[in-house]
């Protein structure tokens, strides 16, 4: 099970809630991920502020444990942080170059219908996306 370190910001005038690894090398890490993937769900459930509703949010913890350990077969990627705003919740992986990112992404989706997910990815060999992000809100 994995330990996470929390964080809760205003950010615009709105709640911005983080997580990331409390455990996270990123040195050793680097050069085995070089590919940023980020997946973004936006809830069907939201309050006016973007958070999403109590309910709404206790029913996805399924979902979120599975995104969260979606690259965890065969040591295809690491978690890096997971971020809700604005009526969304982004998860944010660095993956081997290799990874088929939209296979294992779309197995998830296929087993919540009802959610919106959706992906992208980008190389990022110096992991310059966490690094600018963790100087900006950490």
């Given at each position: 099970?994995?330990?996470?370190?929390t964080a809760e910001k205003t950010?615009?005038?709105?709640?911005?809630?983080?997580?990331?690894?409390?455990?996270f090398d990123v040195d050793s890490?680097?050069?085995?991920?070089?590919?940023?993937?980020?997946?973004?769900?936006?809830?069907?459930?939201?309050?006016?502020?973007?958070?999403?509703?109590?309910?709404?949010?206790?029913?996805?913890?399924?979902?979120?444990?599975?995104?969260?350990?979606?690259?965890d077969v065969d040591q295809m990627?690491?978690?890096?942080?997971?971020?809700?705003?604005?009526?969304?919740?982004?998860?944010?992986?660095?993956?081997?170059?290799?990874?088929?990112?939209?296979?294992?992404?779309?197995?998830?989706?296929?087993?919540?219908?009802?959610?919106?997910?959706?992906?992208?990815?980008?190389?990022?060999?110096?992991?310059?996306?966490?690094?600018?992000?963790?100087?900006?809100?950490?």
């Amino acid at each position: 099970m994995r330990s996470w370190l929390t964080a809760e910001k205003t950010y615009e005038g709105f709640p911005l809630l983080l997580r990331r690894p409390a455990n996270f090398d990123v040195d050793s890490l680097r050069p085995l991920f070089p590919t940023l993937a980020i997946v973004t769900h936006k809830f069907t459930k939201r309050k006016p502020n973007g958070l999403p509703e109590p309910d709404y949010n206790n029913g996805l913890v399924d979902m979120d444990c599975e995104l969260v350990g979606a690259f965890d077969v065969d040591q295809m990627g690491v978690p890096a942080l997971v971020e809700t705003f604005g009526g969304q919740r982004n998860y944010y992986f660095y993956v081997a170059a290799d990874t088929d990112v939209p296979t294992a992404i779309s197995a998830v989706a296929r087993r919540y219908p009802a959610e919106r997910l959706s992906w992208t990815v980008r190389p990022d060999p110096r992991w310059t996306f966490l690094q600018k992000y963790a100087s900006d809100h950490f």
